[in-house]
């Protein structure tokens, strides 16, 4: 175990299909990097993925 600081949950919401247009989930919006690497990640690290993603959904929703 990492001591716990890493266990952020995964924003993974059940709708896994890529967006050939974004090339990010369109259930996360994570990239297929990101969901690779998401329980590998530090806690440092899914907490970037997190912030990304919020800035994403505004961005996307602004389209």
């Not at 175990?1 to 059940?14: D, I, K, Q, R």
């Amino acid at each position: 175990m990492n001591g716990g600081s890493a266990e952020l949950a995964s924003p993974c919401v059940g709708v896994c299909k890529m967006d050939p247009m974004t090339d990010l989930c369109r259930g996360c919006r994570r990239t297929l990097d990101e969901i690779a690497g998401w329980t590998a990640f530090s806690a440092a690290e899914k907490s970037a993925v997190l912030e990304r993603l919020g800035t994403r959904q505004e961005s996307l929703k602004e389209n």
